[in-house]
């Protein structure tokens, strides 16, 4: 018997897997488009906000006190969300960065993340603790951002302890994969909140405690998830943190030390 193959179903149920995914990727493709440009033309209209309240706040000094303190915090507000418009637009470069997998040397991108860290990162008071990382497989530059991102906050969240700690690592999980860690013995947060982090703007600390717009963990996860990979947390108040990550497939195993 000759079956119509449009009748297979297996044939239609793959067909319209196709389909439906093709429509999802064109959704995300247009989401993103969205995002970045909404973002972009929201500068413009900041600018116009930020220069005004900045020429009424220098004509209004020694007149009007009340209004002084009024128009600082519309700069200052205005300075705020242009740091957030360009952590969107940078999230959104993350995501529509054309993913170039090879071989990456984790070691020297920590090295690397670590140069940029600023003066607070060579602290005689701060000890840094490097383990072997093994070679993966991935994006250099996404890779970068998660690095700059991990240690930045690591800094950032054990710079009251009077003796911080950062730990960087990597251990075999069990199923053969490398999983990468930054520790800290910093003021930690509650693991209750421990999934929301990772959202865009998400912060668990008070802006007068910690600077910050809360973009960088998010970005974080932009870029494993796009390497297939995992990105999760382990915390306690007071008592540090510890973020790790694996990347998907081509991963190498730790090296022996
Ligand atoms: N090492 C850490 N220790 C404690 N809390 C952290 C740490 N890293 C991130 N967090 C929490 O996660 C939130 C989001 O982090 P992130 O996206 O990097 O934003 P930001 O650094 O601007 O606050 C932070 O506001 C903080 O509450
Ligand atoms: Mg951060």
Redesign the pocket.
Known sequence: MIRDLNEDPLLRTSRRVAELTAQLEAAHRELEAFSYSVAHDLRAPLRHIDGFARMALEKSRGLDDALVKQLSVVVQAAGTMGRMID?LLNLSRVGRAELQRRPVDMAGLVEKARSQLGPEAARPTLRWEIGALPAASGDPELLQLVWI??L???L???SRHPQPEIQVGARTAGDGKAVFF?R?N????DMH?GG???N??????RQDE???????????RRVIERHGGRVW?E?KING????YFSLGEEQATVPET
Request: no cysteine; charged share 10%; net charge positive.
């Open positions: 952590g991102n991990l930045s906050n690591a950032k969240y054990s930054v800290d910093g003021v930690g947060f909140y929301k982090l990772f865009v703007f998400q912060r668990l600390h910690f600077a910050g717009i809360g973009i960088g963990l998010a970005v974080v947390a915390s540090g943190a510890t973020f």
